[in-house]
């Protein structure tokens, strides 16, 4: 099985709300990213956790927050966000060094 | 620095017909390679990897890849495409040096005519 689940599918927030992403694996992966894909483009990577510690965060505003509760579960807690930053937001897996697999994603449209 | 060359913005393919979509990598060693494919409003989902042995790769949906080191290329190839091939393709590349961390191409968008 190589799903990765995220939801919700659709997310459509103002700029003063707190809202949350959640990613979900079962491949008993141990590294798990997040990353921002605008139209037309490749995606950007923005947080990776390795063994549920954060590894890597490409300099990514504070409004955009990770979090790994367990090695399975990843989260990522959006606050004051603007405009811009509506995208897809993509999850993935990946065991270290291996092909990361990815999730459907979540349309965020920030008003 | 390192880069990934997707020298094709959009290719037009008639349905049947065969498809290669090149990729061309920048770096000093052989990087872990692939290829992802992407539907309208979807997620990426990998066609297929090469970290090192047979040059020739075989991937899921009948796609295969040839990795010639000699190009730095990594071109990936179908030799009959269907209508629900029409995606956009990237082609990604992990330095050595990172576990993590991939260099995409810009993508290729695939248009199939009937």
């Known amino acids: 099985d190589t799903e990765v689940t995220q939801t919700p599918k659709h997310l459509v927030m103002g700029m003063t709300n707190k809202k949350s992403l959640k990613c979900e694996q079962h491949?008993?992966?141990?590294?798990m990213y997040w990353y921002k894909q605008k139209a037309k483009k490749p995606p950007e990577l923005m947080f990776v956790?390795?063994?549920?510690?954060?590894?890597i965060n490409e300099s990514v505003p504070s409004r955009f927050s990770p979090e790994c509760p367990n090695s399975s579960l990843l989260n990522l807690h959006l606050h004051a966000l603007q405009p811009e930053d509506s995208a897809l937001y993509l999850c993935?897996?990946?065991?270290?060094?291996?092909?990361?697999?990815f999730g459907p994603g979540t349309r965020l449209t920030v008003l | 620095a390192q880069s990934v060359t997707q020298p094709d913005i959009h290719i037009t393919v008639s349905e049947g017909a065969s498809l290669e979509l090149r990729c061309n990598y920048s770096?000093?060693?052989?990087?872990?390679l692939f290829w992802y494919v992407q539907s309208p409003g979807q997620g990426l989902q990998l066609l297929l990897k090469?970290?090192?042995?047979d040059t020739l790769v075989q991937g899921i949906k009948g796609f295969e890849a040839e990795f010639k080191r000699s190009q730095s290329s990594f071109n990936l190839r179908k030799p009959s495409v269907h209508w629900s091939d029409a995606a956009e393709y990237f082609c990604?590349?992990?330095?050595?040096?990172?576990?993590?961390?991939?260099?995409w191409g810009a993508g290729t968008k695939l248009i199939i005519k009937p």
């Open positions: 993935a897996s990946s065991q270290v060094s291996g092909a990361q697999y």
């Open positions: 990604a590349v992990c330095p050595g040096d990172s576990n993590y961390q991939l260099i």
């Open positions: 770096y000093g060693a052989t990087p872990y």
């Open positions: 956790y390795s063994y549920e510690k954060l590894s």
């Open positions: 491949m008993g992966h141990r590294a």
């Open positions: 090469y970290f090192s042995g």
